[in-house]
Nanobody, 130 residues
Framework: QVQLVESGGGSVQAGGSLTLSCVVSRPPYSRLSMAWFRQAPGKEREGVACIDTDGRSTDADFTKGRFAISRDNAKNTLNLQMNSLKPEDTATYYC????????????????????????WGQGTQVTVSS
């Protein structure tokens, strides 16, 4: 069983920055496609950014260059650098992983794929005040 543990959430004022981290418990981490999702109260879970097993990433349009996803395969870690935070970024942020069982797994931001094939972290709260 793969376990994902997020950290780095907190409360910041608008315009501030936070870095979220996710540590994956089991190798081979390099064969996992990773993603960050978020869910605000009363809203559906939405993809924030994803990164494939080759290190190529895709960001959701609403991040508009404010967020950056990265992975460190040597440390089994996924990061999300968030800058210029807005109140509408307030949500619980989740780390997710899935694999096709091959050397390459593409980047996806479809929550159902991760629910069917992969794993989720417990979430970390991000609160941005105006």
């Amino acid at each position: 069983q793969v376990q994902l543990v997020e950290s780095g959430g907190g409360s910041v004022q608008a315009g501030g920055s936070l870095t979220l981290s996710c540590v994956v418990s089991r190798p081979p981490y390099s064969r996992l496609s990773m993603a960050w999702f978020r869910q605000a109260p009363g809203k559906e879970r939405e993809g924030v950014a994803c990164i494939d097993t080759d290190g190529r990433s895709t960001d959701a349009d609403f991040t508009k260059g404010r967020f950056a996803i990265s992975r460190d395969n040597a440390k089994n870690t996924l990061n999300l650098q968030m800058n210029s935070l807005k109140p509408e970024d307030t949500a619980t942020y989740y780390c997710a992983a899935y694999s096709r069982g091959t050397f390459y797994t593409p980047c996806l931001m479809v929550a159902s794929t991760f629910s069917q094939l992969g794993y989720w972290g417990q979430g970390t709260q991000v609160t941005v005040s105006s």
